[in-house]
């Protein structure tokens, strides 16, 4: 059977650069995150700061956010390791186009990112129970995500075309990683006592958006506000993919180290 | 024998990675089906650059080229389907070397069943077997570039370039390479080949164009280059009696006349006078010249030898001789004086 390209670079992210033990690590972070912050943290933090519900309900739909840049590092990590060991080169010598190479990536990033959300509903599922999605709230949880992962693969490929350094590259993937998610809705909300430059920083990050969607959806509350983050998380999405993809018609293909 | 189809033409083709600086310029040169052509040149030549361009990595700057029929602006993925590529440098999937065949095979889509037997057989053929469940990283530098051009036979094709193919490998492993080349372009495999390793070109090469500082200065049968650029070789000659001291001077002095330079013995002591040595740089023409000399005045040969012309001392005197001229890079507009016909070079270059 013939596979067509974008699905054997797919096949191909996963088979050679996702190891077993970056699969663990990956997935098992955020599961840990919610296992362990929600248990020491639910007895501390009054609920309501978080809207009334427990601090691990809270946590959840956050950590299922948190997939969105599980799922951009993934790809942004493979396109560097590509680039890095030549691969992108050789892939560019065989039947393929650079644009199904970059959708090969977007797409490994969105597959890895809803795998995420699946792991996270269900190392939540013991602490908060099914939570009341309707058909509409699964709708905008994939497609919070989804857009989510699209933003942050292209933020990181397009990072990643303009480094030559893997020491560079890394660094600065590390640090968004961080400030991205402690300086959002993730781990703790807005709420009238957050400084207002905090709060303003917190609405300029598009993982809070993804976060306070997502957690609409959660508890059933879905409503304008989130159309307006979803047509934002779109907007960013556009842009950068646009930024990765322009970038990438002038890629360099020379050596990196 | 390479056959009179042609899977290759550039006519003119040029990249300049900036405003008036050339890594390729005014190359037009031809491949046929079942034919090896060689690259050579210093570092900065303009090998790699023009690998990526006939592979479509690069896209040209000036002139053109058709491969397999296509253009290469426009031929993409049509064009890259029939090629195979060996990058000059490691390209390396994080997993097994059997598994990076395999997977290689998929990536071209080739069907599971025949993409194990073809790992199997490449894992064989260039002694992998007990690599065959290391990673990359875990590769000695001559396995992973005989896995490299291993992985790159996974799939069919119709053109194979290679990019110093066997930088790394013992003189048994790149013999054995180049022997598996040799045969698979008797079955019509068209190839072309950098190198920095002279005598491997001259073993694989059906052709070998030289270039220097982005420009193609030769392109010949590897037996035409050294004729006609090998540069000065030792001639030895041993007469039948020693020669009497006034005819060893006249012989002396009409060589000299000849542009020859007379290997003076280390040892004076030792000298035989039966014997002379001299350089010249048209060593093989001064050969029947001295016969009739020595006939003339009935002295025997005993024996005569002449060094061998190799490919590096043509390559040597071919560089040296595009230096003298200050042949710089992106320096000219002016289109080199510079395709030499050999063989099939005539009608294609």
């Given amino acids: ?257 | 024998m390479p056959s009179d189809d042609v899977v290759l033409e550039t006519h003119d083709l040029g990249y300049s990675y900036a405003p008036g600086r050339f890594a390729i310029r005014h190359l037009s040169v031809g491949l046929h089906r079942g034919e090896v052509l060689g690259l050579l040149g210093r570092n900065g030549a303009g090998k790699t650059t023009t690998v990526r361009l006939l592979t479509t990595l690069l896209p040209p700057t000036e002139g053109g080229a058709t491969v397999l029929g296509y253009d290469i602006r426009t031929g993409g993925r049509a064009l890259r389907s029939h090629l195979g590529v060996v990058l000059q440098s490691e390209s390396l999937d994080f997993v097994s070397v059997e598994r990076n065949l395999t997977l290689y095979g998929f990536l071209w889509n080739i069907p599971r069943e025949v993409a194990k037997a073809r790992a199997e057989e490449m894992i064989e053929l260039f002694e992998l077997e007990g690599a065959r469940k290391r990673k990359p990283w875990a590769l000695s530098g001559g396995e992973r570039r005989r896995f490299q051009v291993a992985r790159e036979l996974m799939h069919d094709m119709d053109i194979l370039f290679l990019d110093e193919p066997t930088v790394g490998l013992d003189a048994i492993a790149r013999r054995r390479i180049l022997r598996y080349l040799k045969d698979r372009a008797r079955g019509g495999l068209s190839i072309v080949f950098t190198t920095h390793i002279l005598h491997e070109a001259d073993m694989l090469c059906d052709r070998i164009a030289v270039l220097h500082l982005g420009r193609l200065i030769a392109l010949d049968t590897a037996q035409g280059l050294k004729s006609k650029h090998s540069g000065a070789r030792e001639v030895a000659v041993t007469f039948a009696a020693a020669l009497p001291g006034p005819v060893r001077a006249e012989l002396v002095v009409e060589l000299t006349a000849r542009g020859a330079t007379i290997i003076e013995p280390e040892d004076a002591v030792s000298t035989a006078l039966d014997r002379i040595a001299f350089r010249a740089a048209r060593a093989e023409e001064l050969l029947p010249w001295l016969s009739q000399w020595a006939h003339a005045r009935s002295l025997g040969i005993d024996r005569m030898s002449i060094e061998e012309a190799t490919l590096e001392s043509a390559f040597l005197g071919m560089i040296g001789e595009a230096e003298d001229a200050g042949d710089g890079r992106g320096k000219g507009s002016e289109r080199p004086e510079n395709v030499l016909s050999g063989g099939r070079a005539g009608g294609l270059a």
């Fill in chain 1, 1 to 257: 059977m013939s596979l067509p390209p974008i699905l054997r670079l797919i096949v191909r992210n996963f088979a050679s650069n996702l190891d077993p033990l970056t699969i663990i690590i990956r997935f098992g972070q955020p599961a840990v995150t919610i296992i362990v912050l929600g248990t020491m943290f639910s007895s501390i933090i009054s609920s309501s700061v978080t809207g009334g519900a427990s601090y691990t309900a809270f946590l959840v739909p956050g950590m299922v956010a948190f997939q969105m840049i599980t799922g951009g590092v993934v790809s942004g990590n493979l396109f560097w390791l590509d680039r890095r060991w030549s691969m992108v080169e050789q892939v560019f010598s065989g039947p393929f186009l650079r644009a199904e190479y970059l959708a090969g990536l977007v797409l490994t990033s969105l597959l890895f990112s809803l795998v995420g959300v699946g792991i996270m509903m269900l190392v939540g599922l013991p602490f908060i129970g099914i939570p009341p999605l309707s058909a509409l709230g699964v709708l905008a949880v994939l497609v919070t995500v989804a857009l989510g992962s699209v933003f942050f693969a292209g933020l990181l490929i397009a990072i990643g075309l303009q480094l030559r350094s893997a020491n560079a590259y890394f660094s600065i993937q590390s640090f968004l990683q961080l400030f991205v998610i402690f300086l959002s809705t993730v781990y703790y909300p807005v709420t009238s006592k957050t400084p207002k430059v905090l709060a303003t920083i917190f609405y300029l990050n598009p993982l809070t958006y993804a976060a306070d969607t997502i957690r609409d959806a959660f508890s059933g509350t879905l409503g304008p506000s989130d159309l307006v983050s979803l047509g934002i998380l779109a907007l960013l999405a556009t842009v950068t993919f646009g930024a990765a993809a322009w970038a990438f018609r002038r890629m360099d293909l020379g050596p990196i180290q």
